[in-house]
C-alpha cells in the first residue's frame, strides 16, 4: 500500500476514532443506543478506497476506540465490532450494486439497519435468548432510519467538501490518491 494511501487511510481511521470517543461521551434516552457518527470513516473509506481497506478503518476505529473509553473485550466492544462488521459488509454490497445511484444517505440507512439487527441478533444468541427482545425492533428500525440519515448526511457533507478541492468519489480522486 502506497505511503499517500496510508496516510488517507490512517486520517478517516482517526476521524472515526475521535467520533467514537465524543459518541461514548454523550448521553443517550437509551444507553445502548448512538448515533454512530464513527461510521461515516468507514463510508468514506468505502467511498473513496475499497472494502477491504474500509474494514481496517471500521477495525482501527472499534478496537482503539473501544481501548481508549475502556470497553476493550467487553460485551460493548463485541456489539461495535459485531454490528461496525455487518455495516460495512451490507454498505460494500449496496455500493457495489447501487452506487452511485443510491446515495450516502440511502447507503448508511443500509448500513445502520445492518448494524442495529445484528446487535439485536448477538444479543439475543448470545445473552437474553428470549423472544420479548423483539420487541426492541420498532425502536431500532426507526433509530436506524435516523442515525444513518445523520451519518450519511456528514458522509454526503464530507464528500461535497473533498469535491470542492477537486477531490470526489469517482475514479478521480482514486486516481489522484494512487498517483499521490
Known amino acids: 500500500m502506497e505511503?499517500?494511501?496510508v496516510t488517507y487511510l490512517a486520517l478517516l481511521a482517526a476521524g472515526g476514532l475521535v467520533l467514537f470517543v465524543?459518541?461514548?461521551l454523550?448521553?443517550?434516552p437509551m444507553p445502548w443506543m448512538r448515533l454512530g457518527l464513527g461510521n461515516a470513516a468507514t463510508l468514506l473509506a468505502l467511498l473513496l478506497f475499497c472494502p477491504r481497506e474500509a474494514a481496517l478503518v471500521t477495525?482501527?476505529?472499534?478496537v482503539l476506540g473501544s481501548l481508549v473509553v475502556g470497553r476493550l473485550f467487553t460485551p460493548t466492544f463485541l456489539l461495535s465490532l459485531s454490528g461496525g462488521l455487518a455495516s460495512l459488509l451490507t454498505m460494500s454490497l449496496v455500493v457495489k450494486s447501487f452506487y452511485p445511484q443510491l446515495s450516502p444517505i440511502g447507503i448508511s440507512i443500509s448500513g445502520a439497519l445492518a448494524h442495529n439487527l445484528t446487535q439485536l441478533t448477538v444479543v439475543?444468541?448470545?445473552?437474553?435468548?428470549k423472544s420479548q427482545i423483539?420487541?426492541?425492533?420498532?425502536?431500532?428500525?426507526?433509530s436506524s432510519v435516523v442515525t444513518g440519515f445523520v451519518t450519511?448526511?456528514?458522509?454526503?457533507?464530507?464528500?461535497q467538501k473533498l469535491s470542492a478541492f477537486g477531490l470526489s468519489s469517482t475514479a478521480n480522486f482514486k486516481n489522484i490518491v494512487r498517483d499521490i
Open 59 to 62: 477495525l482501527i476505529r472499534v
Open 22 to 24: 465524543f459518541e461514548s
Open 3 to 5: 505511503s499517500s494511501r
Open 134 to 142: 423483539l420487541s426492541l425492533l420498532p425502536i431500532l428500525l426507526f
Open 26 to 28: 454523550l448521553a443517550y
Open 152 to 159: 450519511g448526511a456528514l458522509t454526503l457533507l464530507v464528500l
Open 124 to 129: 439475543y444468541l448470545l445473552w437474553v435468548k
